[in-house]
């Protein structure tokens, strides 16, 4: 759905202390469509509702995403249908995977 958003948000929660990363959410969440602020209050309740308590993040998932987020600033990144296309190939070769195994 939105991965580029998603993957923003995380590295900033994993980059900042929770204060900087609060008045940085708050900040902007006043230039955000309706919409999003609700897409935004989505992702926060799953993180705090969930049964399972969020795992850390290992050395390598840090790296990629900070790999990304420079890929994002330098606008290395994807439109939605590209987007799309990529993640529908992947879960078709999982899907094909499962069922040699099967």
Same mark, same amino acid.
């Given at each position: ?45 799953? =993180?705090?509702? /969930? &049964?399972?308590?969020?795992? !850390? #993040?290992?050395? %390598? ?6 790999? $990304? ?10 439109? =939605?249908?590209? /987007? &799309?296309?990529?993640?529908? !190939? #992947?879960?078709? %070769? ?6 040699? $195994?099967?």
């Amino acid at each position: 759905m939105r991965q580029p958003e998603l993957a923003v948000w995380l590295c900033y929660l994993i980059v900042m202390s929770k204060t900087d990363d609060i008045a940085k959410i708050n900040a902007g969440l006043a230039g955000l469509a309706e919409a999003d602020v609700a897409y935004v209050a989505d992702i926060v309740g799953s =993180m705090t509702t /969930s &049964a399972e308590p969020l795992r !850390a #993040l290992s050395q %390598r998932e840090r790296d990629r995403l900070a790999a $990304s987020r420079r890929d994002f600033a330098e606008g290395r990144t994807l439109t =939605m249908e590209e /987007s &799309a296309r990529r993640t529908d !190939a #992947l879960l078709a %070769r999982l899907k094909a995977q499962e069922h040699k $195994s099967a």
